[in-house]
């Protein structure tokens, strides 16, 4: 997994992936944080993007996914239990063919529970908290639009 320690900071090349159904989004979690995120994990050494959203998925959720347009790119630096992270994120459109329900479900990565729920968009922000903090506004436009996102040091750990 591209995750390099640097100098007690970590870099991190993230790819998620973005699926919104009936005005809900698909948002996941550890049953520790106290925000959620769009669901899918770290890219492998030569591994493309779109690959590693599909390859999340699948060990995540055992969902099969398509992957549509990349519509984000971002640059976030941020603390996370005690540590400084620099992270390049992809953000793809994707699509279940499989969904049959929006049901809350649980999946894993590695030996931690994920909790995976179906969020309104209308009520992240306050209601839901999401980082990056840019995906509350970009999730609530009717149209996703591509772009080039960046944001300063924040604290995922704080209440």
Do not use: C
């Not at 049953?31 to 769009?38: A, E, I, P, V």
């Not at 953000?91 to 929006?102: E, G, K, N, V």
């Not at 590695?110 to 209601?127: A, I, P, S, Y």
């Amino acid at each position: 997994m591209i995750s390099l320690p640097i100098d007690g900071a970590l870099f991190n090349y993230r790819v998620a992936g973005v699926a919104v159904v009936n005005g809900k989004v698909l948002l996941h979690k550890t049953s520790s944080d106290n925000f959620w995120s769009l669901p899918g994990g770290r890219a492998e050494l030569f591994e493309f993007s779109r690959d590693t959203l599909a390859r999340e998925m699948i060990e995540e959720t055992g969902l099969r996914i398509e992957v549509g347009e990349m519509l984000w790119t971002s640059e976030n630096f941020f603390y996370y239990d005690g540590i400084r992270h620099h992270e390049i994120g992809f953000y793809f459109a994707m699509d279940i063919p499989s969904l049959t329900d929006q049901e809350d479900f649980s999946g894993a990565e590695g030996q931690e529970e994920l909790l995976f729920k179906w969020h309104n968009v209308t009520d992240l922000g306050e209601r839901v908290p999401i980082y990056p903090a840019f995906l509350v506004e970009e999730l609530k436009t009717p149209s996703l639009r591509p772009g080039h996102f960046t944001s300063g040091f924040s604290d995922l750990n704080a209440p």
